[in-house]
């Protein structure tokens, strides 16, 4: 008996050790800030209770986390990073290479989702030998947002009240200066504080001609921002500033305090994305049917917009079983290339939300090519509409179906931004800035990085 009840113990401890092992835990790395009280509700109110109903094995830990640089390392090499968290497109390549994330293909296949993923986003999220390790969660490309009022008070609409925009860096600049002298307003919000200038300037440079990285025929890669044409990039951002038609300080503008200064009619034009509409109007309040969205001015070098995003990346020590209840989490929340009735909801209850706030309710960039998804997502927009088509169609007319995008420049793109973020705060700054002399100068630097990082 003695050694009956001590064999069903052992069988017992073996059985709660298994079932200790087979329990799921989906730490939720992309649950939304504190301050985000919107979208706390819809996890809240909405996703976590769908999820929940038919994953009553999966226990969800809300685990808000806020990608960056300087955390994700220590973090990922002491096996602490969220089974599911959101990064920047320009970091895949890097996150792969150092093993800090998990490749989630066999998942995504057996879902059939490789298929239906934009061919150039799911490229991003590979490595050489074509294996995926992340899901987009939404795309955008670069274009100048206008503030209407502003381009109405300076005289600068046509008949219908649209907006006279710039087609070209020349005109960007005539235009500014008529508004300035009409109304007092800065033609362009540039931004010259973080790296997020140095990533602006990185679209205005391929306008000009510009290619900011090459790779020689060894393979190495080579530092390109003293070029010609990115060198007439800077000098005609140095002309901007000399003219005037800047917001007093570029040095103190980031990506927030652009959508303030557009918002608020400070500045009649800034770059930006169609993913961050809610940031002159909701944010800032713009009223929704006075934003336009335009493509990115042509230069000597032609008219490109800079295509990034957020992709949603996974743990690279996360189970199977963890990727697929993240990946489960994505379809409720209709971020899958799925159309489920969660889905269906969720897209109404996001239009709805967009259209009692305030906020342009447009198409979104496609990230997922299933057409009957793709149409549900234009029914939702059509049925909620609180803009005028016209204010859009220019910029997604131009991203969308001309197809002028790049994406960002491949290796250490922030580190990239960080040393042309320094030329400039130079250039706007002093009115004698050597621009040659500045770019030799981050061109070396770059230099440096690179040869260091790659070990070329």
Not at 143 to 158: C, R, Y
Not at 173 to 181: A, G, M, R
Not at 373 to 401: G, K, S, T, W
Request: hydrophobic share 40%; proline share 5%.
């Amino acid at each position: 008996m003695k050694k009956l009840l001590t064999l069903v113990l052992a069988v017992a401890m073996c059985l709660s050790a298994f079932g200790a092992l087979a329990e799921t835990t989906l730490k939720l790395g992309i649950y939304p800030e504190d301050v985000d009280t919107a979208q706390i509700e819809a996890h809240d109110g909405m996703f976590i209770p769908a999820f929940e109903e038919t994953h009553p094995d999966v226990t969800i830990e809300k685990a808000h986390y806020k990608y960056s640089t300087d955390t994700f390392v220590p973090m990922a090499e002491a096996g602490t990073v969220p089974t599911i968290f959101e990064s920047w497109f320009t970091e895949p390549t890097k996150l792969i290479s150092n093993g800090f994330v998990a490749d989630i293909t066999d998942e995504l296949a057996e879902r059939g989702w490789l298929d239906k993923m934009n061919p150039s986003i799911r490229d991003l999220l590979s490595d050489e030998n074509g294996r995926v390790y992340g899901v987009p969660r939404d795309g955008y490309a670069l274009g100048l947002m206008i503030n209407v009022e502003v381009f109405e008070d300076a005289g600068l609409v046509d008949e219908n009240g649209i907006p006279l925009y710039p087609k070209t860096w020349d005109e960007l600049l005539e235009v500014s200066k008529k508004i300035k002298e009409e109304t007092g307003s800065a033609g362009l919000c540039l931004l010259a504080k973080d790296n997020a200038g140095g990533w602006h300037f990185s679209n205005i440079a391929w306008n000009f001609g510009a290619t900011l990285q090459i790779q020689d025929e060894t393979g190495k890669w080579i530092s390109n921002l003293n070029s010609p044409e990115a060198v007439a990039a800077m000098e005609f951002v140095k002309t901007m500033a000399q003219e005037g038609i800047l917001t007093s300080d570029p040095t103190s503008e980031d990506w927030g305090t652009g959508f303030t200064q557009l918002g608020t009619g400070v500045a009649a034009m800034y770059i930006a994305a169609n993913d961050a509409v809610s940031q002159p109007t909701f944010n800032n309040g713009l009223p929704a049917d006075k934003l336009m969205m335009v493509p990115i001015p042509a230069g000597p070098g032609g008219s490109y917009s800079l295509m990034g995003g957020t992709p949603y990346m996974f743990a690279a020590n996360a189970t199977k079983e963890e990727i697929n209840a993240a990946l489960d989490y994505l379809e409720v929340m209709g971020k899958a290339p799925v159309l489920s009735d969660t889905a269906k909801a969720g897209l109404e209850e996001d239009a709805r939300y967009r259209k009692d706030n305030g906020i342009p309710v447009i198409n979104e960039f496609p990230c997922w090519d299933d057409d009957e998804l793709v149409q549900a997502r234009r029914d939702v927009v059509a049925e909620y509409a609180n803009v005028d088509p016209a204010m859009f169609d220019p910029y997604f007319d131009a991203v969308v179906e001309e197809g002028n995008l790049r994406m960002e420049e491949p290796q250490y793109a922030q580190e990239m931004y960080f040393e042309l973020t320094k030329v400039l705060q130079a250039v706007v700054t002093y009115e004698n800035a050597d621009v040659q002399d500045l770019m030799d100068k981050a061109n070396a630097n770059f230099q440096a990085i690179l040869d260091e990082k790659l070990g070329q």
